[in-house]
């Protein structure tokens, strides 16, 4: 059910509901979880497709103070909607940019040695001692200073450390989401070999899955993500986190159909029985994965009418799904009624695993013509 209707659009097809009080609620778990270590809030790709300006407002009202985004125009959005806070750029800085990063008082994350030679050098010609992050690289091999970087920063050019401060040494986990990879611990003690050749600062390894893996991995910062809008963070792990997402469509039109009849896209769905299929306004291009098909005899996800399940039958296409509303009282399941595709019953990790995908993808995904509202904030 839609909460507030006076919020949606008369031409909403679809809307996507963002639960700002479960977003502070997962917030405040994960600060409980990490003890004294401070939690930031990780934001990027819109906050994860949620509304970037929103997820920060409300992250700030549930008392998170440090934020992550991935690029200097989303780090520019953030700064006018809080101020205050204190803002990292994870693509690092950017070459010739480095006064964008300083006349909003950005902190870019360094990843390598022409990173750092950059900044120092800005920050040596301006005469102001800026903050920045050292991303080091612990074995994921993405991005981050190399070991040869590493050493040659920890020896030949230790003096660039007089020009800038560094508010935050970094490395990020690769296999953090699978607790027993013998991976995490070696990243932890490549980590912690790094921190005694430079510069003494706070430290941050731990992203959504590093902050459940254990105290030792938490140091003075972690870096949750996908955790916060509701996904799971370990595989194999039961997630609990709260849910904050809500994807409801409309209903376009009823059909009413015989045993045997063809469904959809290439007719990979016949129906069983004589049955009642609904068009449902909600399609790939909205962000609900066309792996999340459901074929005759691999039966597709299940959304709800009110309590009422409603299987996905047939292909996913552009626009449109369709779902069997055979077993709904005909008052409910009709033109205009909406039925909940995504939510507190069928789950991000729901779907996610269903389509062989991961939580980030799909709610990345979700489609900009899908309306969004908030609630709880």
């Known amino acids: 059910m839609i ?21 502070r609620g997962n917030w405040s778990a994960l600060n409980k979880v990490c003890g004294s270590a401070e939690c930031a809030g990780v934001i ?25 985004v991935a690029t200097l125009g989303e780090a520019r959005i953030v700064r006018e909607a809080v101020p205050g806070a204190v803002i990292y750029v994870l693509d690092g800085l950017l070459p010739g940019a480095s006064h964008y990063y300083a006349g909003f008082d950005l902190r870019p994350c360094l990843s390598s040695l022409a990173e750092i030679q950059e900044w120092a050098a800005y920050c040596d010609a301006t005469g102001r001692r800026l903050r920045a992050a050292v991303h080091a690289d612990t074995g994921m091999h993405r991005l ?30 690769a296999c953090a989401d699978e607790p027993d990879n013998p991976m995490n611990a070696a990243q932890r003690r490549r980590f912690d070999e790094i921190r005694t050749v430079l510069p003494t600062a706070p430290a941050s390894l731990a992203n959504s899955g590093g902050t459940f893996l254990g105290p030792e991995y938490h140091y ?10 509701g996904g799971r963070a370990l595989e194999g792990r039961d997630n609990p986190m709260q849910w904050v997402v809500r994807f409801q469509a409309r209903i376009l039109q009823v059909h009413s159909l015989g045993a045997g009849e063809p469904v959809g896209y290439g007719a990979t769905y016949r129906t069983e029985r004589p049955s009642r299929i609904a068009t449902v306004a909600c399609g790939y291009a909205d962000g609900f994965l066309r792996a999340l098909s459901g074929p005759s005899g691999k039966p597709g996800p299940v959304g709800f009418i009110g309590d009422y399940p409603v299987p996905v039958i047939g292909r996913v296409s552009m626009d449109l799904i369709t779902v069997d509303v055979t ?25 996610t695993d269903r389509a062989g995908t ?13 309306q969004r509202t908030y609630e709880g904030a």
Request: with cysteine; proline share 4%; glycine share 8%.
């Open 327 to 351: 077993d709904v009282p005909e008052n409910m399941a009709l033109r205009g009624a909406w039925v909940e595709v995504l939510g507190a019953r069928t789950t991000i990790d729901d779907l």
């Open 44 to 68: 990027k790709a819109n906050a994860y497709g949620l509304g970037l300006h929103q997820i920060t407002e409300a992250l700030v009202a549930g008392g998170c103070r440090t934020f992550f």
């Open 3 to 23: 909460h507030d209707r006076h919020a949606i659009s008369p031409d909403a097809r679809a809307v996507l509901t963002i639960n700002l009080a479960a977003l």
């Open 358 to 370: 991961i939580g980030y993808e799909l709610l990345t995904r979700l489609g900009q013509r899908v």
């Open 144 to 173: 981050g200073l190399p070991p040869h970087e590493v050493e040659h920063l920890a020896t030949s050019e230790r003096g660039l450390f007089e020009h800038f401060e560094m508010a935050l040494l970094m490395s990020h986990l």
């Open 220 to 229: 003075d910062l972690v870096r949750p993500g996908i955790a916060l809008y």
